[in-house]
């Protein structure tokens, strides 16, 4: 199984509505190629693209309240998601990871972003 830490985030466009992103951090490298195992596999009747990203890239889209510069991290990037996919389906999707903690940020008008 893949541990997934910290946060997994579904990406919204300017208007707030799901963009089809998500990233994701995970424990190590080891678990990196597990979750790449399910690339272009079908979520909602959708194939989604996983691929490896770097820590700059992953923060960019998280809240400023990790740390994940002195730790050993693998993050994901989940592409062509349906606009109504959950947490609860990416955790699903990842099924053989073990995720900690789900959390999709909102932008001010308390919209998911």
Do not use: M
């Not at 691929?51 to 923060?59: L, R, S, V």
């Not at 606009?83 to 389906?89: A, I, K, L, P, R």
């Not at 073990?98 to 940020?105: P, S």
């Amino acid at each position: 199984d893949c541990e997934i830490v910290g946060n997994v985030v579904i990406i919204n466009n300017e208007t707030g509505r799901p963009s089809g992103d998500a990233v994701v951090r995970l424990l190590n490298k080891v678990d990196l190629e597990r979750a790449l195992k399910s690339n272009k596999k079908h979520l909602h009747d959708r194939f989604v693209v996983i691929e490896e990203i770097d820590c700059e890239t992953y923060n960019k889209q998280i809240p400023k309240v990790e740390n994940t510069e002195t730790e050993e991290n693998a993050f994901i990037c989940l592409k062509g998601l349906d606009w109504s996919t959950t947490e609860e389906d990416i955790k699903k999707f990842l099924h053989d990871c073990k995720v900690k903690k789900v959390v999709i940020t909102t932008n001010e008008r308390g919209k998911p972003s």
